[in-house]
């Protein structure tokens, strides 16, 4: 009997964890973990409620019971005097009840609970990892009595089981805050913008204002008075914004550019006043750390019902309003006319520098190492695309960003990639250097051509280079097209490596290390940025790190630029990095230097379970 008990707890335990890890929402997993618990002791209803900071039960599942009795006790605060769960979460210990009628715990709820048959409640605190009581596990009896021996091991796994559940879930809240907030300000970020843009202007009957606005001279403020002052003035100029009334949004876009949406604005007078009420926020001086500081900003504005028909002509609009406003009215506002289109020139000779460059066979591959940090190994390589000018000058992707805008351009330049990184692979291979996978950045064009499949396995198979050296990276917002999900499972069944870049920064959710067929995660460089300086993003890329592991997945940090940010990551376990720290991208003859330097014989690409094992 006791072996049954206790493979019957192990399965339960196994099938809550494995729902946990896979990202299952707790709702669900409480549900599922009250059922498995009734079915375990016959005769019980079991509750799951949840403790809020403020101290106030809210319940999250009782599948025993009717919905009613959860709802009435919804809000309530806990106390010594109220029934077993808000004392047993008042007082942080177990609290059994055998009379319903009779005990003085249940006096002002016991209308709720006699009625429906039930007579005792045993309720045990479930308890964080920091001892702070943040929910209850509870059994209701229908007869006057107490827990059984063997419904306590039950109840103790149960409550074991649901600390890592809502540990988990406060993990997944977190990510998801981070996904739509600006770390710095608490803003809305990009992402939250963007979303919400796509949707208003998706709506038949659109009326809202966009305002974009910056923040002027702030590359002085941080020149002379050091960064920390510069952040420190971007937080106060937000925190103005946030306080200019009802009716608006404020979103930090990145940098020193925010943006206001305003529902209440449908013409260009309302605008105006906005923009006036925005200025004057910025009158009075600010101080700080004994430095005062004249805040200055320059706005551009549009109107969803006349100055553009998508969401990426609107916000193209506005960017041309603050630009103009820049360049000619510093410090104040200018909204949108169609004569503004200064900076279309400029996309197009960006467009035509990089056909140019591809027609001219112009553009080549530069290589960023992924090392492996406790071994100090380059175990891979990013390739990153950049242009040869005629005077000889190599130029970055970021000056010709805009023309891959050019979906034509788009293609192309991916064509180009692989067939230079095939190239490069074939070679490393014959002179026996050890490498485990080329990565390359596609973009949605990529997918949406048609004969991705064809074009990524043309070029390997002409330099008799195996697929499975390829890695193919995607971003969130990439992924979330169903369609290009399919894409991505098919290419990675062919062999390819998938790792999904800049997690966390766009429509971040644990669902989708679940969903998707994915072999690595890359941490945004936003998260190693913040790792050092802020608690929660720590314990975000620590909780990361670890359920990756557990997983299967490899994981790679970007963006590492100090050895400190190093020492931290390798410390929390994080086997893969990638950063200035280490190297900044460099041409096909560098890489190979350095590979004969660090690395040895080839070994078969891993895969991203074997990653993980291998590169610990």
């Avoid at 827990?147 to 796994?157: G, M, N």
């Avoid at 305003?262 to 009420?277: I, K, T, V, Y």
């Amino acid at each position: 009997m006791q072996a049954r008990r206790e493979s019957e707890l192990s399965a339960l335990q196994n099938e809550i964890l494995e729902a946990v890890a896979t990202g299952v929402p707790f709702t669900e997993v409480a549900d599922t973990l009250c059922r498995r618990a009734e079915a375990l002791a016959p005769g019980a209803n079991c509750t799951i409620a949840s403790i809020d900071a403020g101290g106030f039960i809210h319940p999250v599942a009782g599948p025993g019971l009717p919905r009613s009795y959860g709802e009435a006790l919804d809000g309530h605060p806990i106390g010594p005097e109220v029934g077993s769960c808000g004392t047993a979460a008042f007082l942080g210990i177990p609290v059994e009840v055998t009379d319903i009628a009779t005990d003085f715990r249940w006096k002002d709820y016991q209308d709720l609970a006699l009625p429906l048959g039930l007579k005792a409640c045993w309720s045990s605190p479930i308890k964080s990892r920091e001892g702070r009581v943040v929910g209850t596990f509870a059994f209701y009896y229908r007869e006057s009595r107490g827990p059984s021996d063997v419904e306590r091991q039950l109840v103790d796994t149960c409550v074991h089981l649901c600390s890592i559940a809502m540990e988990r879930a406060e993990v997944s809240r977190r990510l998801q805050h981070l996904a739509y907030h600006d770390q710095m300000t608490g803003l809305f970020n990009r992402y939250a913008f963007d979303e919400i843009i796509a949707q208003s202007m998706s709506l038949p009957a659109r009326s809202f204002g966009l305002l974009l606005l910056d923040i002027d001279n702030l590359k002085q403020v941080n020149d002379r008075m050091g960064h920390s002052v510069g952040d420190a003035l971007i937080c106060e100029v937000a925190r103005r914004l946030a306080n200019v009334g009802a009716g608006i949004n404020v979103y930090r876009l990145g940098g020193d550019e925010f943006a206001v949406i305003c529902s209440d604005c449908d013409d260009a007078e309302n605008m105006a006043e906005l923009a006036g009420r925005l200025l004057s926020q910025m009158e009075q001086p600010y101080e700080f750390d004994g430095n005062t500081m004249l805040l200055q900003i320059t706005i551009g504005g549009v109107l969803s019902n006349s100055d553009g028909t998508s969401a990426d002509l609107l916000r193209q609009n506005a960017d041309l309003a603050l630009y103009h406003a820049k360049q000619t009215a510093r410090g104040d506002y200018i909204h949108f006319h169609p004569g503004l289109r200064t900076s279309i020139q400029c996309r197009t000779e960006q467009i035509a520098l990089l056909d140019s460059a591809l027609n001219e066979n112009r553009v080549f591959a530069h290589f960023q190492p992924v090392i492996c940090m406790r071994r100090a190994k380059i175990v891979g390589v990013e390739a990153l695309a950049r242009i040869r000018t005629d005077e000889g000058n190599v130029v970055s992707a970021g000056a010709f960003a805009m023309g891959l805008t050019d979906s034509k351009n788009a293609f192309r330049l991916t064509g180009c990639m692989l067939e230079q990184i095939a190239s490069a692979m074939r070679c490393w291979i014959d002179e026996g250097l050890e490498l485990r996978h080329v990565a390359v950045n596609l973009s949605t064009v990529d997918f949406q051509r048609g004969n991705l499949e064809e074009r990524l396995r043309a070029p390997f198979e002409a330099h008799n280079v195996p697929l499975s050296f390829l890695q193919i990276e995607v971003t969130e917002n990439v992924l979330m097209d169903q369609e290009v999900a399919s894409q991505v499972a098919r290419l990675r069944a062919q062999g390819m490596q998938i790792a999904l870049d800049d997690f966390g920064t766009g429509f971040a959710s644990l669902s989708h290390l679940r969903d998707f067929p994915l072999d690595y995660i890359k941490i945004d460089k936003s998260f190693v940025d913040s790792l050092l300086t802020d608690t929660a993003c720590s314990a975000i890329v620590e909780a990361l790190i670890s359920m990756a592991h557990k997983m299967q997945i490899g994981i790679i940090a970007e963006g590492i630029e100090t050895a400190e940010q190093a020492a931290r990551l390798l410390e929390i376990g994080c086997p893969l990095a990638q950063g200035y720290h280490y190297a900044r991208p460099v041409d096909g003859e560098t890489i190979t230097t350095l590979l004969r330097s660090f690395n040895g014989k080839v070994s078969p690409p891993a895969t991203g379970s074997d990653h993980v094992r291998n590169s610990a």
